[in-house]
């Protein structure tokens, strides 16, 4: 039998169940679960934040485990036959469907809509199709990588989602090398968004947000400077940033908050001709009153929304993390890890703040 | 002496007054002014709309004309010497002045803060620089091109302000091969971005607008669909778009409007992952709300605001215009032509939306 | 019973045989051939100047029909259901895996190494994967394309494989308005591209070709100027457009001629600073001599090649076809129409030049 | 009296001279040297390699000084007034005439006719117009820029002209996170272009280049992997870039080399549908031979030549300096320094190879 924690609705206590070790289809493979994420679209999950999801659910959308066993002749992306005893991750987007125009004529696979993503479109009735659970069912077509060995699995699952998201918004924003960048929001996305904008030729980065333990985790892994918006009034904030952008604001601002407010602020914050983008505005909290004519307009601004990632974006995460393990240590960010059985105590302690970034363990 | 139009204060009316003829510094050149053009900007300037207007002015800042004198040995692009007789217009910007971090680092040369535009930002207390006047003193250095064979002076005035300016729009814009592009507004520069949209792949060009002879222009110059907005409500303006578009919504959308409130409808029409660019809030006409997480997060949408006009959007309008003048006929988008006397009137037909273009003739 | 025509190997005669009518897999679509494009790909499948081709083959790579029957519950990329009756096309692109390093993470996938192309790499020992044939299998999956009414077959069929190609090319040049295009070459590929460059905004395009019934298409196409390489040499072709071009070359050149030494040509025909797309050089017709100092280092050039095309250009060709199908009247590049039984003859008029386009009408 | 260097004629010995403290113009201002970079196109200068060199030229076109005297108010590109004492570099090239076609359409600055380089164009006639001198003319509108206090002036001279030369490839570029550069040759425009690479977000930079301590400066600026072309033959150097990128090639290849041959082991070490940027073939050292189908065609290459750099890339270069300067100590390329009167010696030693990076100090 296979322990999985299930989200029955809204607002309803998780619950930990049994299920029955599935039966392989034709390239499935089966995975036993080391680590999974708590991710802050998980509180949103719980919060009923999102549309149509086929409650119950196992949450947990990233996730990295054991290859235990495995039907047919399954590979990875590179044509190499997957096996027993692999420490793999999986890209928990699937059925991307390849057939229709967004896949094929747009090129904009992320709006397809016959994707499903395990741990939050995947219903429980159709079996252990999320993470926080002993074992994760990965459909035939699943992509599945094998971790390279330098990376340990604490450090992917510290990075997390928010690096695959903060890969895409990053592509959006085609920093160049000297550039300033803003990042707006402290969370893992805001982490992972001030990590890549170094890597990415920034020789600036300002992270805004709070609370305290994160912008300490801000500085750990090297913004040259942080702002407090516990300490700082929005209209300090973006003196701040125009004092140390030679009154101009940034070259790239990147919006990870969560807060429609942050969007006013970010517009601020960034210089005429510079660029925008929104990717920390994942639920609908409502409307803001912007001014076209300054904020865009006159202002020649770029701004972009970066929604959801695809496999790109997950493999060159895997390859920053393969490279700049040591520098970043990705696993620091990881505030405590919880058993199946406290699955409700890690939603409560990220939806509060507690944790920068919370791990299930099956195994403990 | 030499007649000229002054603009002495905003809601003031314009007077005709008289200028001893110029002495000529060092390369620069004296133009007969065949045709100015009367922009939306001047009715703007004439509303007190603009910032930094250092009143009094000569207005007019796209003008045609022969050139009748020059000092020294100024030449054109190509490096050929001008000379007397030439019909000749030249770009308004001037002293952009390609030492700021704006002008070297950005390369973003529109945002100059040491720009000067003729019939906008020069007073008439320094000269003739403007184009509703008898005769224009184009300073050293201003970019003069000599107007091809094929574009009759009516012609190049009748594409006016609104051709370079949709130009940078069309840049911007990104317009792919068989793409659906939606136009919001069918003043001058929508009409403009109306024809370049066309010139650049679209397939499908929708022009949102009025009134009527606006829309019948729309028509003749070969847009698709034409929706009235004295006919439909905003939602069902949004409706039929995205009947013409599979439901999906434009992949481009141009906003050259005028009006905040078509950023929303904007939104609305634009599909997911497509792109919009903001080229009407030229002024301040207040706050819209918008929904960060539909409008532009969950949508991947790319909004680009487009200010100004540089000399490669006018050197390619001209191109343009060469090319393509039979086939779009930009004289009739001229409802009529003014003498100097005849400017106040002018105003008040073109800020009546009376002429779809107006034109200031210094011979009438 | 089917009739078809087999290439069984390279330099052979073609033979027509009868194969028997196929039985459908679910999702599969049989297309009774209206009309089947002779590209000069089929001259190089004859000659053997392509690896890895599993002979023998049916010829006929882009291909016009009408649904005679189909399994299961096929659907256009817009989700409709597929029925009998309907006219369609397809892209003859199959297979593209979705899953490898090039699909996935270059987003390249026309460098898949598992993607197969009907009446190319399918052997006709597979059943009817060509469309030299009275039917056409089309196998689960098949990105199936119903014709617009709007588009005459025989339109769609004189466009032919020469438009996709050239819309990728295109795709690559990112013309501007306004730019001088120089298109090297005059069969089918390079009139698409002159078709496809007027489209994207070029204001001069210039053909340079040969032999004079091509020239004829290309005038008639609306190219600004047409070379021919029977009348100048290869300097004066170069110094001809050098005069069309203030001394400076063109914006962008596309390389469709097949021929090695056009690249050299091409060099000196394109600005510096311009852009130079090769899509010509589809077989190997061996080297040249090249000098990267001076034709790329110093001219700080950008060369692009295009290989294939993807589903998102075949679309476009067909937007493009639906709305300027009366302007540039692609069915009269049709030379003739050739039966089953003519296949040999057809080839043999495509490869000596005869035929700017042939056509095989398995109904003749 | 101020002493220079003199180059009176290619393969003459370097002389000094004598010259008189100059006048300044209004706007200009004077700089005592503190050091001048020996670059290899000095030595191409001593061998006559370049067109149009107006010998006898003072050489030395990176340079680092204190302003000693200025007239009238020049100012840096933030407006602010340049002073007495300022530590400062400048961009050697001057009178970019900002009104020619490639200055204003083709917005490519670096191709226009007119531009000059301090050290290169500039004959010793006109002035002291470069840096193996103690004092050097900056005439008026000359980019002057003041060196952060964090960049030690030798730090400036180590990186050198290889810096922005190595900015506007790496521009050309467009590496993404994850990606593998190879980077030929290990001079000052390789090591810089490495350095780069790694700040653009390259997760594996390979360095194909010699001597020995050149590959050591490759290995302590952080390359992943260094090969040896004295070790190693071009086929084995192939094989070697192809074990190490899962038989595909780089993502990105930048040339830097100097030998046209590399071209062709550059093609090779590209994967399908990569980017090859060639910035090393600065002199004309003759053709090569290249396969267009295999080479560009069907490999669906990207190919960029880069030519020189503008002000973007040189402030982007000290932007660089200033944030990664302990990481990457450019001052140690620096292998020694020579006074004026061993200005002959040090262009021995850097055209032998002995010398990664050479200097020259007028103080000495």
């Given at each position: 039998m296979v322990r999985a924690v299930i989200m029955t609705a809204p607002e309803q206590p998780l619950e930990v169940v049994e299920f029955a070790l599935p039966h392989l289809e034709d390239g499935a493979v089966l995975l036993r679960t080391i680590y999974s994420e708590v991710c802050g679209t998980d509180v949103h999950l719980h919060q009923g934040h999102l549309a149509g999801v086929p409650y119950p659910i196992i949450p947990g959308h990233i996730n990295v485990g054991e290859i235990v066993d495995l039907a047919g002749a399954p590979v990875d992306l590179d044509g190499q036959p997957l096996r027993k005893g692999q420490i793999a991750t999986f890209l928990d987007v699937h059925e991307t469907c390849g057939h229709c125009w967004f896949c094929t004529v747009a090129k904009t696979t992320t709006r397809c809509p016959h994707r499903k993503v395990y741990g939050i479109t995947y219903s429980a009735q159709d079996g252990l199709l999320g993470g926080w659970s002993e074992m994760i069912y990965l459909k035939p077509g699943v992509k599945v990588l094998p971790l390279p060995e330098g990376i340990p699995p604490q450090r992917f699952i510290g990075a997390g989602c928010g690096l695959p998201t903060a890969m895409h918004a990053i592509e959006r924003a085609e920093i160049m090398l000297g550039d300033t960048v803003?990042?707006?929001?402290?969370?893992?996305?805001?982490?992972?968004?001030?990590?890549?904008?170094?890597?990415?030729?920034?020789?600036?980065?300002?992270?805004?947000?709070?609370?305290?333990?994160?912008?300490?985790?801000?500085?750990?892994?090297?913004?040259?400077?942080?702002?407090?918006?516990?300490?700082?009034?929005?209209?300090?904030?973006?003196?701040?940033?125009?004092?140390?952008?030679?009154?101009?604001?940034?070259?790239?601002?990147?919006?990870?908050?969560?807060?429609?407010?942050?969007?006013?602020?970010?517009?601020?914050?960034?210089?005429?001709?510079?660029?925008?983008?929104?990717?920390?505005?994942?639920?609908?909290?409502?409307?803001?009153?912007?001014?076209?004519?300054?904020?865009?307009?006159?202002?020649?601004?770029?701004?972009?929304?970066?929604?959801?990632?695809?496999?790109?974006?997950?493999?060159?995460g895997v390859r920053v993390l393969d490279k700049h393990g040591e520098r970043f240590q990705?696993?620091?960010?990881?505030?405590?890890?919880?058993?199946?059985?406290?699955?409700?105590?890690?939603l409560d302690d990220v939806s509060h703040y507690r944790a920068v970034k919370a791990l299930i363990d099956p195994n403990l």
């Open positions: 803003v990042v707006q929001g402290s969370g893992p996305v805001g982490l992972n968004a001030a990590i890549l904008a170094q890597l990415s030729g920034a020789t600036q980065v300002i992270v805004v947000g709070g609370p305290a333990n994160r912008l300490a985790e801000a500085r750990r892994i090297g913004a040259d400077s942080v702002i407090d918006i516990d300490a700082l009034s929005p209209a300090e904030r973006i003196s701040r940033v125009r004092e140390l952008t030679q009154g101009r604001g940034a070259d790239v601002t990147i919006e990870a908050s969560g807060n429609p407010r942050a969007v006013n602020e970010g517009f601020a914050m960034t210089r005429d001709a510079g660029r925008y983008v929104i990717v920390g505005q994942y639920t609908n909290l409502g409307d803001i009153s912007i001014n076209p004519h300054l904020d865009i307009n006159q202002k020649h601004l770029e701004v972009r929304g970066s929604w959801g990632s695809d496999f790109s974006h997950f493999w060159r990705w696993e620091r960010f990881i505030t405590r890890s919880y058993s199946l059985d406290q699955a409700n105590e890690a």
